[in-house]
T-cell receptor, first 113, second 114 residues
Framework: GENVEQHPSTLSVQEGDSAVIKCTYS??????FPWYKQELGKRPQLIID?????GEKKDQRIAVTLNKTAKHFSLHITETQPEDSAVYFC????????????FGKGTMLLVSP | ETGVTQTPRHLVMGMTNKKSLKCEQH?????MYWYKQSAKKPLELMFV???????ENNSVPSRFSPECPNSSHLFLHLHTLQPEDSALYLC?????????????FGPGTRLTVL
């Protein structure tokens, strides 16, 4: 089955800095890669996703890149703000049918003012 | 609100108790999922229901028993649990048709087994 590795497990940055979280996956058939943000005591919420037919996607301060050959994808957050502090999860799936997601272990991002 | 609700939000039970977790989605989705979230572990998929039929059971112990009476409701029946079953249990739903669609999560039930 699919295996997703995520690094780092914790990331501390100063407000205004950039943050990068990296994930690798094992199943070359995976074609859908979402990123979820989970604030303390709240539910995971989708912040951005990418399909395997594109290499990069951007939405304001967040961007995701995908390298299918190397089987890795990354989340980039620019101009970080304290409200970006949360746990971020990457996931991979074969995005058809009922589409189960395999999640990484999560990265706790702490943004200091 | 995301349209996925879970009750109760918190549950404390003894190892000999029987309890049920409830999930309801108001989004018209046709697939529902149970996940277990433990500290410092990835979200673990437990069960998947698609069109009210169980399509995946990820080697979950029989003390967890899911039930999906219709496409809007999902239950997780709990019986003789162990302390290591203490975790946040998350329900999610998704529409499987029309391409790649987001899984929407509920707020979770924080379960403590004494």
């Amino acid at each position: 089955g699919e295996n997703v590795e995520q690094h780092p497990s914790t990331l501390s940055v100063q407000e205004g800095d950039s943050a990068v979280i990296k994930c690798t996956y094992s199943d070359s058939a995976s074609n859908y890669f979402p990123w979820y943000k989970q604030e303390l005591g709240k539910r995971p919420q989708l912040i951005i996703d990418i399909r395997s037919n594109v290499g990069e996607k951007k939405d304001q301060r967040i961007a995701v890149t995908l390298n299918k050959t190397a089987k890795h994808f990354s989340l980039h957050i620019t101009e970080t703000q304290p409200e970006d502090s949360a746990v971020y999860f990457c996931a991979a799936s074969i995005g058809s049918g009922y589409s189960t997601l395999t999640f990484g272990k999560g990265t706790m991002l702490l943004v200091s003012p | 609100e995301t349209g996925v609700t879970q009750t109760p939000r918190h549950l404390v039970m003894g190892m000999t108790n029987k309890k049920s977790l409830k999930c309801e989605q108001h989004l018209g989705h046709n697939a529902m999922y149970w996940y277990k979230q433990s500290a410092k572990k990835p979200l673990e998929l437990m069960f998947v229901y698609s069109l009210e039929e169980r399509v995946e059971n990820n080697s979950v112990p029989s003390r967890f028993s899911p039930e999906c009476p219709n496409s809007s409701h999902l239950f997780l029946h709990l019986h003789t649990l162990q302390p290591e079953d203490s975790a946040l249990y998350l329900c999610a739903s998704r529409q499987t048709s029309g391409g790649y669609n987001e899984q929407f999560f509920g707020p979770g039930t924080r379960l403590t087994v004494l």
